[in-house]
C-alpha cells in the first residue's frame, strides 16, 4: 500500500512552490493506486498565522485536489509527541539542555551543516536550575545515508555533521524533525515526495526512526521553485498567492515546472481531464535535481 502526504506549514496562503509540491506528491501518489493525506504543520504555534489553515484548504479543494481521510493538524497531536520523548528519555537518548544561542556559539569548536555543533555542555554539567530546558537528542558517530529519488545519494556523519539536535524547544514546542517523524509513522506514509529545502533534514528524521523502530519511507527531494532573484518562493519572500481562477494554466505551469510530458491541447482541458492525464502519465525520473 502506497500512501503519500502533502504537509504544509499554515504561515501563509499557498504559493506556486507549495503547488508544485502538493502536485507531485498527489500525482505520484495517485499513479501508484495509493492514498494521499493532508496533514497540516501547526505545531509551531508562533509562526501561525490566522485563518491560513482554511485558505490552504481551500484553495487545494478549489484546485480539484481529494485527499483520503480527515485532515490531520499537529497542534492537537502533542499527547503522541510527549508520549514518544518520554520514550527516549527513559531510554537515555534525550536530554535536558538549558544553553543560550550565544553560549552554544562561543563555546561550540566544529561547523556542522547548519552552523555551530552543539558541543553537549549539558550531557557533562548540571542544567541551570530553574532555567527552561530544550530536548536533545544524542547524536553518535553513525553516518546516515539514504537514496533521494531525485537527489541521488545523500548522507550525514551524525555527530560532526548535526549534532545533538532540539526535539523540543525550550518554549514547549515540539521540533519540525520529531513531530514529522511520529506523524509519518503514525499515518503509515510510505512516499515523501516534498522541497528540496528539507533534503537537509532527512538524515535527522531517518536517525529518528531508527531509534523509535518506525519504517523508513522512500523520500523524493523536488528542485525548488525560485523567484527573479533567485531566491525559494516563501512568506519571507512575498511569494504571490495562487490565483483563484486560471486553474488549468496554472496547474499546466506546475506540471511543466515538473518537467511532465502534457498533451498539445492542455490548456483546453478541463480541470478534471487534466489531473486525469497527469496521474495517468505521471513521470517522476523526468524531475531533475536542479
Ligand atoms: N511543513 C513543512 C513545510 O511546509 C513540510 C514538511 C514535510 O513535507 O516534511 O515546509
Ligand atoms: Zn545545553
Redesign the pocket.
Known sequence: MVVGRF???PTGPLHFG?LV?AVASYCDAKSRGGQWLLRI?DVDQTRHVAGASEAIIHTLQHYGFVWDGEVVYQSQRSEYYQTVLQQLRQRSLAYPCTCSRKEITDSSTLLGIEGAIYPGTCLQHPTKPGAAAAWRIQTDAQTISFQDLIQGHQQHHMASDIGDFVVKRADGLFS?QLA?VIDDALQGVTH?V??A??LNSTTRQIYLQQLLGYPTPIYAHLPLVLNADGQKLSKQTLATALPEDNLVDTLVAALTFLQQALPKNAQSLSLANLWQWAITHWQLPKITSA
Open positions: 504537509a504544509p506549514s507549495s509540491a504543520e519540525y514529522v515523501v516534498r522541497g529545502d528539507l
